[in-house]
C-alpha cells in the first residue's frame, strides 16, 4: 500500500455505520450529527501514550480496546449513551499487522455499543491514540462531580486494584497465571455504560476511577463542598488481588495500590439512602457487583477508617501526568 495517511485511513478506519444521526463522518472539512431534541452533548478527550498509559509490549488489540474504554468510562460516569468518536493516532511507521488488528478490536467495540467513528487525523510519530468521544444524555438526568450531599452513601462498582496489580505483574515479570484476571482488567478495562445510563434514574452525582479512588472522590468531595468517610474494610478487592497481596507482598494489603494507582475504570457514585435498594436491584440486573464503601459527611475531609479505627492518610494520591 501507499503509505500516505489517507491510505491507512481508507484502508483501516473507514468503518460502516447504521446511526442516522451521523449526517457527514469522513471525506469534509468537520464531521456533521445531529442532536436530538432534549438531549445534552457530552463530549470527551483521552490520550493513551505508548509507554505511559500501556506497556510498549501491550497488543494492538488491548490498546484500541482500552482506548475507547476510558474514554467510554468517562461518558459514563455522566449517564451519557455514547454515540460518536473521533480518532487521533500517530505512528512510527505503517505496520500493516499491527494497523489490521488495532482496526478489527477498534472496529468490534464501536459496533457493540453503536458507535460511529465520524474523523480524526493520522500523522507519523511515536505512538499514541487520543479519542474524543461523544455521547448523549437527557438534559435533566445528567451525573456530575458536584451533587453529592452530607448523608448519602458512597457506592462503587466491581473490584479496586485489580490494574494495579496486573501492572505490577507485566512491569515485574511475574508469569504467573493466578494474577492473569488483574492484567486482564489493566488491559481490559470495562466502562459501565448500559447500568450509568440506567442509574441516572436515581442519581445524580458520579465519576469514573481512572486516577483512584481516593483522587477520584476527592475531585467529587471538593466539587460538592462536603467530605466522605470510607470503611476500607468494605473497599472491594477481587480473589486475583487478595492473592498477589498473600503471594508477593508477605500478607499484607498495599492499600496505596488499591485506592491510589487507579487504571480500574470503575464507576464511584453517592445516592440517597431511599434509592439503595433499587440501585442494588439495579445492578443485581446488569450482574456487577455493587459494594456501599461509606457515606458523604458535612465536614469537607475524606477520611480512610481501617479496620482498628485507625485513620489512614494517602499524601500523594492519584496518577500525575508532569510528576
Known amino acids: 500500500m501507499n503509505n500516505s495517511e489517507f491510505d491507512v485511513i481508507k484502508k483501516y478506519f473507514s468503518f460502516s455505520s447504521d446511526r442516522d ?8 472539512d468537520c464531521a456533521a450529527v445531529t442532536v436530538s431534541p432534549g438531549k445534552k452533548l457530552l463530549i ?7 509507554g505511559v498509559h500501556f506497556p510498549e509490549e501491550t497488543s494492538p488489540e488491548d490498546i484500541a480496546y482500552k482506548s475507547l474504554m476510558v474514554n467510554l468510562s468517562d461518558l459514563a460516569a ?34 457493540a455499543f453503536n458507535i460511529s467513528l465520524i474523523g480524526g487525523d493520522t500523522t507519523k510519530g511515536a505512538l499514541s491514540i487520543t479519542i474524543q468521544a461523544m455521547g448523549l444524555c437527557d438534559e435533566n438526568r445528567m451525573m456530575r462531580r458536584d451533587r453529592a450531599k452530607p448523608g448519602d ?3 462503587v462498582t466491581g473490584f479496586l486494584g485489580d490494574a494495579a496489580v496486573g501492572l ?8 504467573d497465571e493466578k494474577l492473569s484476571a488483574c492484567v486482564e482488567r489493566l488491559n481490559r478495562p470495562e ?12 442519581v445524580r452525582c458520579a465519576i469514573d476511577l481512572s486516577d483512584g479512588l481516593a483522587a477520584d472522590l476527592g475531585h467529587v468531595l471538593d466539587a460538592s463542598s462536603c467530605g466522605a468517610r470510607i470503611q476500607l474494610s468494605d473497599v472491594p478487592i477481587s480473589l486475583a488481588a487478595r492473592y498477589y497481596f498473600i503471594r508477593y ?20 457514585f453517592t445516592a440517597s439512602t431511599d434509592d439503595e435498594s ?46
Not at 444521526?21 to 469534509?28: E, H, Q, T
Not at 470527551?44 to 505508548?50: A, G, M, P
Not at 449517564?79 to 478489527?104: K, M, N, Q, R, Y
Not at 505490577?168 to 508469569?175: C, D, Q
Open 21 to 28: 444521526d451521523v449526517v457527514i463522518a469522513a471525506g469534509d
Open 44 to 50: 470527551t478527550t483521552d490520550t493513551l501514550i505508548s
Open 78 to 111: 455522566m449517564g451519557a449513551t455514547p454515540a460518536w468518536v473521533t480518532l487521533a493516532i500517530t505512528l512510527p511507521d505503517i505496520d500493516e499487522a499491527w494497523l489490521s488488528a488495532f482496526s478489527l478490536e477498534f472496529s468490534s467495540v464501536l459496533s
Open 153 to 155: 452513601k458512597v457506592f
Open 168 to 175: 505490577k505483574a507485566v512491569v515485574g515479570g511475574l508469569n
Open 191 to 202: 466502562a459501565r455504560a448500559s447500568f450509568a445510563e440506567e442509574l441516572t434514574q436515581y
Open 249 to 268: 507482598n508477605i500478607s499484607v494489603t498495599d492499600w496505596s495500590m488499591v485506592i491510589a494507582q487507579g487504571d480500574d475504570y470503575e464507576l464511584c
Open 278 to 323: 433499587a440501585i442494588k436491584t439495579l445492578a443485581e440486573k446488569h450482574r456487577l457487583k455493587l459494594s456501599c464503601i461509606g457515606v458523604v459527611t458535612q465536614e469537607t475531609k475524606l477520611e480512610f477508617i481501617a479496620a482498628d479505627n485507625e485513620i489512614m492518610k494517602f499524601p500523594d494520591t492519584g496518577f500525575k501526568h508532569f510528576s
